[in-house]
């Protein structure tokens, strides 16, 4: 199933006012896409995948699945959560306490009317998919976490939704079994060619997940794109610092132009920019930018006549097999990755910054 | 004796004062009902049992204390279940649906409560006289509904507020409508708080005077609070005995049902939905 949102805003009103929490999203998912939805805390990811359940109804815009319109403040549509076939799995998993696990797996399938003989088999071919055959009888409290979240995707999978629809799903569970999960996941997905819309804060999840991200803020879309597009090409400092597996360097500066050679300064040190890195950042029409380098692109080593930046380190961070070390260049910090061992506190350092992985923001 | 030890003992004494002060009535109450005579504590007049007052209530037919008691059942169960069964929608929506000052719908909702009881009566006599419903049990379930649910509504919406929202979406999500997601999940999981609703409202009914008194006349609906009010004995004087043994056998339904189920009250269902 295709979903896809047109313009849609949504805007929570009080008494106190009334707070934008989704502003102007336009976005499709294709089927059987694993489309995640990333961005902190209080971007609107929540409530766009809300939206999209039916449990809140849009401000404006309209929302079509498989091209139907399903809700349009505007067309005077809106179709109620329960007749969507959607399925939901949510971030505090929401089982139903009063049931056993059977029960709960069962549920949509019971107010759906389905004859017993058929819910029996979908919710023990459901089971055994996710592993927790030997829980059917089992009470949610008397489940670990990793438990009650199979079972939560289990309730959401048992009727073959139209949209699978996850809330930051893996926030509650420990590290390892968040790998875990997170592979089984994209495996069950994949398996299931199902529609999902995946929201989540965390960008490892959503570069090892999603076959696209929309990568949110304020309500917004800045970006949307597969993991690689977003790490590879961000648009915005916001893309580039949000996601990677650090934070991306990013210094002001001023382009500088000498005898048709480019070049900007970073503390003391001055990095010759090659010329279409260069001529991009003329277009950006201002001697006022933002330079990025992934830490992960900046290599460190210990001083030698090597072409690159030169810095004292101030600070190591052991990774394993790296180190993460900053170093100052003259009154600019710059984070980059040197071998174990190779780099203490003190010493001086030349960075070598590959030309391929620069990137240039207007300030 | 040192300062935690004299504290222990304060909070000791404290206890023990608050419980005589509390308990106090009603073991009085309960003593005068088996004693021969209701003066005991009177300088030489002496306790000895006697199970004739309690006999007495209930053999005795011009009391009418069996026709009460039933009443007193009919009339307290009708009135909590309606009471429950209009406040539950009610909290839902309260709790729920994003109603703009839907704290100053539940500050309304308290301050009708507040009027007094008196001011209502008299009203509420014309009206049961012209339907013709004075001795019936319609009489009271009525008022007693409408009385109660202010109440029930107030003790509903803080146990549904705390049964988790995503449980119910979870119910939307799943093909419920919001009644079947009121009925199928809020309600089983706020069981144990629809219950002691359900049972405050049963003994506020159960307690209720002044109503009874102005809307029954005979034994027909008169409940237990109205009837041990106009116990009278044989000679116009006031029978001592056989109010403390008809206010004693009425303790008992309630504090066997609160008993009985108090475990269920306390056991907090929702243990378990969410990661706390």
Same mark, same amino acid.
């Given at each position: 199933?295709?979903?896809?949102?047109?313009d849609?805003?949504?805007?929570?009103?009080s008494?106190?006012?009334?707070?934008p929490?989704?502003?102007?999203?336009?976005?499709?998912?294709?089927d059987?896409?694993?489309?995640?939805?990333?961005?902190?805390?209080?971007?609107?990811?929540?409530?766009?995948?809300?939206?999209?359940?039916?449990?809140?109804?849009?401000?404006?815009?309209e929302?079509?699945?498989?091209g139907?319109?399903v809700?349009?403040?505007?067309?005077r549509?809106?179709?109620?959560?329960?007749?969507?076939?959607?399925a939901?799995?949510?971030q505090g998993?929401?089982?139903?306490?009063?049931?056993?696990?059977r029960?709960?797996?069962?549920?949509p399938?019971?107010?759906?009317?389905?004859?017993? %003989?058929e819910?029996?088999?979908s919710?023990?071919?459901?089971?055994?998919?996710?592993?927790?055959?030997?829980?059917?009888?089992?009470?949610?409290?008397?489940?670990?976490?990793?438990?009650?979240?199979r079972v939560?995707i289990?309730?959401?999978?048992?009727?073959?939704?139209?949209?699978?629809?996850l809330?930051?799903?893996?926030?509650?569970?420990?590290?390892?079994?968040?790998?875990?999960?997170r592979?089984e996941?994209?495996?069950?997905?994949r398996?299931?060619?199902?529609?999902?819309l995946?929201?989540?804060?965390?960008?490892?999840?959503?570069?090892?997940?999603?076959?696209?991200?929309?990568?949110?803020?304020?309500?917004?879309?800045l970006?949307t794109?597969?993991?690689?597009?977003?790490?590879?090409?961000?648009?915005?400092?916001?893309?580039?610092?949000?996601?990677?597996?650090?934070?991306?360097?990013?210094l002001k500066?001023?382009?500088e132009? %000498?005898?048709?050679?480019?070049?900007?300064?970073?503390?003391?040190?001055?990095?010759?920019?090659?010329?279409?890195r260069?001529?991009?950042?003329?277009?950006?029409g201002?001697?006022?930018?933002?330079f990025?380098?992934?830490?992960?692109?900046?290599?460190?080593?210990?001083?030698?006549?090597?072409?690159?930046?030169?810095?004292?380190?101030?600070?190591?961070?052991?990774?394993?097999?790296?180190?993460?070390?900053?170093a100052?260049?003259g009154?600019a910090?710059?984070?980059?990755?040197?071998?174990?061992?190779t780099?203490?506190?003190?010493?001086?350092?030349?960075?070598?910054?590959?030309?391929?992985?620069?990137?240039?923001?207007?300030? | 004796?040192?300062?935690?030890?004299?504290?222990?003992?304060?909070?000791?004494?404290?206890?023990?004062?608050?419980?005589?002060?509390?308990?106090?009535?009603?073991?009085?109450?309960?003593?005068t009902?088996?004693?021969?005579r209701?003066?005991?504590?009177?300088?030489?007049?002496?306790?000895a049992?006697t199970?004739?007052?309690?006999?007495?209530?209930?053999?005795?037919?011009s =009391?009418?204390?069996?026709?009460?008691?039933?009443?007193?059942?009919?009339?307290?169960?009708?009135?909590?279940?309606?009471?429950?069964?209009?406040?539950?929608?009610?909290?839902?929506?309260?709790?729920?649906l994003?109603?703009?000052?839907?704290?100053?719908?539940?500050?309304?909702?308290?301050?009708?409560?507040?009027?007094?009881?008196?001011?209502?009566?008299?009203?509420?006599?014309?009206?049961?006289?012209?339907?013709?419903?004075?001795?019936t049990?319609?009489?009271?379930?009525?008022?007693?509904?409408?009385?109660?649910?202010?109440?029930?509504?107030?003790?509903?919406?803080?146990?549904?507020s705390?049964v988790?929202?995503?449980?119910?979406?979870?119910?939307?999500?799943?093909?419920?409508?919001?009644l079947?997601?009121?009925?199928?999940?809020?309600?089983p999981?706020?069981?144990?708080?629809?219950?002691s609703?359900?049972?405050l409202?049963?003994?506020?009914?159960f307690?209720? =005077?002044?109503?009874?008194?102005?809307?029954t006349?005979d034994?027909?609906?008169?409940t237990?609070?109205?009837?041990?009010?106009?116990?009278e004995? =044989?000679?116009?004087?006031?029978?001592?005995g056989a109010?403390?043994?008809?206010?004693?056998l009425?303790?008992?339904?309630?504090v066997?049902?609160?008993?009985?189920?108090?475990?269920?009250?306390?056991?907090?269902?929702?243990?378990?939905?969410?990661?706390?």
């Amino acid at each position: 199933m295709k979903l896809s949102f047109r313009d849609v805003s949504k805007t929570f009103r009080s008494l106190r006012g009334a707070v934008p929490a989704v502003r102007g999203v336009d976005f499709s998912v294709e089927d059987g896409e694993l489309f995640v939805l990333l961005g902190p805390s209080g971007c609107g990811k929540s409530t766009i995948l809300n939206l999209a359940a039916g449990l809140e109804r849009p401000t404006s815009g309209e929302i079509r699945f498989d091209g139907e319109i399903v809700a349009s403040l505007e067309g005077r549509v809106f179709v109620p959560p329960g007749e969507r076939n959607v399925a939901m799995v949510f971030q505090g998993y929401a089982l139903y306490p009063h049931l056993n696990v059977r029960e709960n797996i069962a549920f949509p399938l019971r107010v759906a009317g389905e004859a017993r %003989e058929e819910i029996d088999r979908s919710v023990v071919r459901t089971a055994s998919m996710l592993g927790i055959e030997d829980l059917l009888r089992s009470r949610p409290s008397e489940l670990s976490g990793g438990q009650r979240q199979r079972v939560a995707i289990a309730r959401a999978l048992v009727r073959k939704p139209r949209l699978f629809l996850l809330d930051e799903p893996l926030s509650n569970l420990d590290a390892a079994l968040r790998t875990a999960t997170r592979a089984e996941l994209r495996r069950l997905q994949r398996s299931l060619e199902v529609t999902t819309l995946y929201v989540t804060h965390d960008q490892t999840e959503a570069m090892t997940l999603g076959d696209r991200i929309a990568l949110l803020r304020d309500g917004r879309i800045l970006q949307t794109g597969t993991p690689r597009d977003l790490y590879e090409k961000p648009q915005t400092p916001f893309a580039a610092s949000f996601i990677g597996p650090y934070t991306m360097n990013l210094l002001k500066t001023d382009l500088e132009e %000498e005898g048709g050679v480019c070049s900007i300064r970073i503390g003391t040190e001055r990095l010759p920019l090659p010329p279409d890195r260069a001529s991009g950042a003329r277009l950006l029409g201002s001697r006022k930018i933002l330079f990025g380098i992934r830490p992960e692109h900046a290599r460190a080593h210990p001083d030698s006549p090597d072409p690159g930046l030169r810095g004292i380190v101030t600070a190591v961070e052991h990774l394993g097999r790296e180190t993460l070390v900053t170093a100052d260049l003259g009154g600019a910090s710059l984070r980059a990755i040197a071998g174990e061992g190779t780099l203490k506190e003190g010493d001086v350092a030349r960075i070598a910054i590959p030309v391929d992985s620069i990137h240039v923001f207007p300030d | 004796m040192n300062g935690e030890r004299r504290i222990g003992m304060l909070h000791l004494a404290g206890a023990v004062a608050m419980t005589i002060f509390c308990l106090g009535p009603i073991v009085y109450m309960a003593l005068t009902a088996m004693s021969h005579r209701p003066d005991f504590l009177a300088p030489g007049a002496g306790f000895a049992f006697t199970a004739a007052h309690f006999l007495e209530v209930l053999r005795t037919e011009s =009391l009418h204390f069996p026709e009460y008691f039933r009443n007193s059942l009919v009339v307290s169960g009708f009135s909590a279940a309606f009471s429950v069964s209009v406040a539950a929608p009610a909290a839902y929506a309260v709790t729920r649906l994003a109603i703009p000052g839907r704290v100053a719908v539940l500050f309304a909702v308290l301050a009708v409560s507040m009027f007094p009881q008196v001011s209502l009566v008299s009203y509420l006599f014309k009206l049961m006289s012209a339907m013709g419903w004075i001795n019936t049990y319609a009489a009271l379930v009525l008022p007693y509904t409408a009385w109660i649910l202010p109440l029930s509504l107030w003790i509903l919406t803080s146990y549904f507020s705390r049964v988790p929202r995503d449980i119910d979406r979870a119910a939307l999500v799943d093909g419920c409508g919001p009644l079947e997601a009121l009925w199928k999940v809020i309600v089983p999981v706020a069981a144990p708080g629809i219950f002691s609703t359900a049972l405050l409202a049963f003994i506020f009914a159960f307690n209720e =005077l002044l109503f009874a008194l102005m809307l029954t006349t005979d034994h027909r609906a008169r409940t237990i609070p109205a009837g041990i009010a106009l116990f009278e004995g =044989l000679h116009g004087e006031t029978p001592w005995g056989a109010v403390m043994a008809a206010a004693t056998l009425t303790v008992v339904p309630v504090v066997a049902l609160t008993l009985v189920f108090q475990r269920r009250i306390i056991q907090g269902l929702t243990r378990g939905a969410v990661k706390e």
